[in-house]
């Protein structure tokens, strides 16, 4: 999609539900039924916004997953168009060598490039090349184009920030707006990425953990070492042993990451993760990062680890703690609104499924329960890419029936605050 169609796409989002809102109003004001009016709005209001994200993809995607943490807030039909962005991955056209070619210059003398690239998104592409000793490489381009693409995807979005917070009342929306304009400016810088990259492979070279070496990065342009396997969008179709290998590997990489790097793997796109022929698992891709994070990895942990106790009111009190609930909330109101099931952790081994994933998410079946629990529940936002990786994981392991001794990989995870490196 063209920057000037990407735009205009987004740019009908505050003037078309602004309008229903508006007409709602009027409607009420002249005696029609106000809930049911502002009901109707509010649905056509949502589906105009996640069709809009999800049509633009890019930026906007991103933002929209972010969104969709919170669409239990949303009664059940209009959280599941919202959750549904979750489930949709970049896929866009390759764009011809001659547009890249003046980041393509940045290259060292020596690199071959294919010329047809194995992957696309909305800032950049993928290729597969040669470095000058003759190693396989993986080269990452940025279009010409992409600040202006995050630029004006980024004056839509905070345009549609009151729409938004009209929507989802209990969510400061400029904050969570702020957060993602935050990390996307880091996402354009790959020298950003190439840093991280380089000390996520230093903590896990001696765990088991593959990432790739990088050979060479300027703000535009990531050369990393190729690495061939299995993703985890085939592994369903592999052996039992195979995906139990994968999975266990992956809930480690997750939830020890923020005490051995002082950061988390924060892209749990299931092309990012390779299973290799001798079942080590290869973690690729590292523009989004969530630095400086531990506390939710040990939050989710410890919230796990209380539970199985019975200590409801350590949980509540670890909650607060983190200021993720208000003073007001009750013991009773916050395992509501969590629902944990500790199976997974009181089990020697736990078999992560589909149909495991999909009753966990049917807590908010009743409306007006949700938005009185969205009252009560605070997210900051930069809890949000850390809160991405961990669930994003589990659903990972889900797709793939995983069966994993997850107590014997979490322990140790929750027994303190971490400090991050």
């Known amino acids: 999609m063209g920057l000037i169609s990407r735009a205009a796409s987004l740019a009908t989002v505050p003037v078309t539900t602004g309008a229903r809102l508006a007409g709602a109003a009027t409607a009420a004001a002249l005696g029609a039924d106000r809930d049911a ?29 972010a969104l969709a943490v919170f669409s239990a807030a949303l009664p059940p039909d209009q959280a599941a168009q919202l959750t549904a962005l979750t489930r949709l991955y970049e896929d866009a056209k390759p764009q011809p060598l001659k547009t890249i070619e ?19 998104a909305s800032l950049g592409q993928v290729h597969r090349g040669t ?86 990065a300027t703000e535009t342009i990531l050369v990393t070492e190729w690495v061939d396997g299995t993703s985890f969008t085939a592994l369903a179709d592999e052996h039992a042993s195979r995906r139990n ?29 390779r299973l290799l022929d001798d079942d080590r698992l290869a973690v690729l891709d590292f523009g989004s990062v969530a630095d400086d994070s531990g506390l939710f990895t040990h939050l989710f942990a410890q919230t796990l680890m209380l539970t199985t106790r019975g200590d409801y009111d350590a949980v509540l009190d670890a909650w607060r703690a983190a200021g993720l609930v ?40 009743d409306p007006v329960q949700a938005l009185q629990g969205a009252s009560r529940l605070r997210f900051p936002p ?40």
């Open 326 to 365: 208000s003073d007001f909330t009750t013991t009773d109101q916050l395992m509501e609104m969590l629902d944990p099931d500790d199976r997974p952790y009181t089990r020697e081994e736990f078999t992560f499924s589909k149909e495991w994933l999909q009753s966990r998410s049917q807590q908010f079946q």
């Open 245 to 273: 290998a994968a999975g266990r590997q992956l809930a480690r990489f997750c939830l020890w990451s923020p005490r051995l790097v002082g950061a988390t793997h924060a892209d749990p796109h299931p092309g990012n993760f």
């Open 37 to 65: 009016v502002y009901a109707k709005a509010t649905a056509a209001s949502v589906q105009t916004l996640t069709t809009a994200l999800a049509k633009a993809r890019g930026p906007a995607l991103k933002f929209g997953q």
């Open 102 to 120: 003046k980041q393509l210059k940045q290259l060292p003398k020596g690199v071959d490039i294919d010329p047809q690239a194995i992957a696309a």
């Open 131 to 216: 470095w000058r000793d003759g190693t396989p490489v993986a080269i990452k381009v940025q279009y010409s184009d992409a600040p202006k693409v995050v630029k004006a995807d980024m004056m839509q979005l905070r345009a549609m920030a009151p729409l938004v917070g009209r929507l989802l009342p209990t969510l400061d929306v400029k904050a969570l707006v702020d957060e993602h304009a935050s990390r996307l400016a880091e996402e354009l810088n790959y020298t950003h990425e190439a840093s991280w990259q380089k000390r996520f492979r230093k903590a896990w070279k001696t765990e088991g953990i593959v990432v790739p070496k990088v050979h060479f």
């Open 382 to 421: 930069d809890y949000l890419l850390e809160h991405r990786a961990v669930m994003g994981t589990i659903a990972l392991l889900c797709g793939i029936d995983a069966t994993v001794d997850f107590r014997s990989v979490i322990d140790g995870v929750g027994d303190a605050l971490p400090t991050p490196a």
